[in-house]
């Protein structure tokens, strides 16, 4: 049995909040740095060196990457041998997001209710948290700020098993398309496939934590990722939607097992700002 | 990247056509959802509006809280088509410049076309260099809205593009 306080889940979740809102993941900045490469239009051009002139000035004078500094989402892992001492550890979770998104600065962006009132809760709370048990003594949490622009533009298809492969490659370029410039293109997306309506979002979600030098382990996938990421960029929207050649950055699939009737996709779609960080404890 | 100065007088508005790249200064307001909302309920209601529509320009943005001593945060674009519903309403009252992200309807296109106004767009997620560009941020109204009040911002060389020009040429459609 290991003990954890949530003092140090609280600091630690504070101290993400500003890490993710200024500083690029290492892999999605190099993976921009070759898209900028890649351009040849002069406008597509100008826009890749803004970004990466946005993520420099972002880091060095901590102001955040982007305006929209998201909703928070926690994927926690704890293992069953893990007490929590202190308090409870999603409000832990909470606090820390609340401190965080005040102390660094960041957007609160949440709204109490969705529909009527829409009043601005000033805390960036609450967070979307998922929690999952599993073995041993770690507590694991993956987090994220996600920004609205791109999460508008995601979606969930119920296909029919007979629509396979090609189903899902032209629901998840549909998706795309349809997302254009809005959702502040090079993307990153996140596909989920199999369970069922609801978690083939989460599943979705969860893709968009792994890193974009990272293929999915099942090499059927791993082709399929690639074969996605060559039609998304054959669509032509590229950085800021000015048609260059970098439309997504990386496509990343999570798959579960699902129902004999039964063939969910969702797609979740991020802007090149894909912010997370894992905290190991 | 052509320089241009808020407000534009027609020759100014004329000049500019969809692709091009430019470099604003001037006074902008900025306005998204909730403020939209506001003050489209103002004007039904036939009330005073808190800023003067008339040859203005509203910034689509929700700024982070400004970290002292820069006069704000991060301050890049929102999605300008959430804003359709409400903006050919605008436009007929005179609003001149909007500056935004991404594609807007067909009721915003004719509406820029029928007062000769302009859509600009900015780039998504730069907030951290387009907050370089604002010298000053001075709160006008809505202030409960947080993020989304109406503050009136002055910009100097802020890099656009024209989205939309009064011709109704668009970027994203070339």
Do not use: W
């Given at each position: 049995m290991r003990t954890i306080h949530t003092e140090d889940i609280k600091k630690r979740v504070r101290e993400a909040c500003g890490q993710m809102a200024h500083v690029y993941c290492s892999d999605i900045l190099k993976a921009l740095k070759e898209g900028r490469e890649r351009e040849t239009e002069e406008r597509s051009v100008i826009a890749m060196d803004i970004l990466l002139e946005n993520a420099e000035i972002a880091e060095k004078e901590q102001i955040p990457i982007c305006q929209d500094t998201g909703m928070v989402i926690a994927f926690i892992t704890i293992g069953q041998d893990v007490r929590i001492e202190g308090g409870l550890l999603k409000q832990a979770v909470e606090d820390g997001v609340m401190e965080g998104y005040r102390d660094y600065y960041l957007r609160a962006s949440v709204v109490s209710d969705?529909?009527?009132?829409?009043?601005?809760?000033?805390?960036?709370?609450?967070?979307?948290?998922?929690?999952?048990?599993?073995?041993?003594?770690?507590?694991?949490?993956?987090?994220?700020?996600?920004?609205?622009?791109?999460?508008?533009?995601?979606?969930?298809?119920?296909?029919?098993?007979?629509?396979?492969?090609?189903?899902?490659?032209?629901?998840?370029?549909?998706?795309?398309?349809?997302?254009?410039?809005?959702?502040?293109?090079?993307?990153?997306?996140?596909?989920?496939?199999?369970?069922?309506?609801?978690?083939?979002?989460?599943?979705?979600?969860?893709?968009?934590?792994?890193?974009?030098?990272?293929?999915?382990?099942?090499?059927?996938?791993?082709?399929?990722?690639?074969?996605?990421?060559?039609?998304?960029?054959?669509?032509?929207?590229?950085?800021?939607?000015?048609?260059?050649?970098?439309?997504?950055?990386?496509?990343?699939?999570?798959?579960?097992?699902?129902?004999?009737?039964?063939?969910?996709?969702?797609?979740?779609?991020?802007?090149?700002?894909?912010?997370?960080?894992?905290?190991v404890f | 990247m052509k320089k241009?100065?808020?407000?534009?007088?027609?020759?100014?508005?004329?000049?500019?056509?969809?692709?091009?790249?430019?470099?604003?200064?001037?006074?902008?307001?900025?306005?998204?959802?909730?403020?939209?909302?506001?003050?489209?309920?103002?004007?039904?209601?036939?009330?005073?509006?808190?800023?003067?529509l008339e040859g203005s320009a509203i910034y689509y943005v929700g700024p982070t809280p400004a970290k002292p001593p820069h006069p704000i945060g991060s301050a890049g674009p929102t999605t300008a088509s959430r804003m359709d519903a409400y903006t050919p309403e605008l436009l007929d009252l005179g609003l001149q410049v909007m500056i935004g992200k991404g594609k807007r309807n067909e009721a915003v296109k004719e509406a820029i076309i029928r007062n000769h106004a302009v859509y600009l767009i900015t780039c998504g997620g730069a907030g951290a260099l387009i907050s370089h560009c604002i010298t000053d941020a001075r709160p006008v109204a809505f202030e409960d809205l947080l993020a989304e009040a109406i503050v009136e911002l002055s910009v100097k060389d802020m890099p656009c593009f024209v989205g939309i020009d009064i011709r109704g040429n668009d970027i994203y459609e070339e």
């Open positions: 969705p529909l009527f009132d829409r009043i601005n809760t000033r805390t960036n709370t609450p967070a979307i948290i998922y929690t999952d048990i599993t073995e041993g003594e770690d507590l694991v949490i993956e987090l994220m700020q996600k920004g609205f622009g791109s999460e508008n533009m995601s979606a969930v298809k119920m296909l029919k098993p007979a629509e396979g492969i090609e189903g899902v490659i032209g629901f998840v370029t549909d998706t795309i398309r349809k997302a254009g410039p809005n959702a502040c293109p090079p993307m990153i997306v996140g596909v989920g496939i199999g369970g069922t309506f609801d978690y083939a979002a989460v599943l979705a979600k969860k893709a968009l934590l792994h890193s974009t030098e990272e293929d999915n382990p099942n090499p059927r996938y791993a082709a399929l990722e690639k074969e996605l990421l060559k039609r998304a960029n054959d669509l032509r929207i590229g950085p800021m939607g000015l048609h260059g050649k970098t439309t997504a950055l990386k496509i990343n699939i999570e798959t579960y097992p699902t129902h004999i009737a039964g063939l969910p996709c969702a797609v979740n779609i991020c802007c090149h700002a894909c912010r997370h960080e894992r905290l | 241009i100065k808020l407000p534009l007088n027609e020759e100014e508005i004329k000049d500019l056509k969809a692709g091009d790249a430019v470099l604003v200064s001037g006074k902008v307001y900025t306005a998204r959802d909730a403020a939209h909302k506001r003050l489209h309920e103002m004007i039904q209601n036939h009330q005073e509006l808190p800023i003067p």
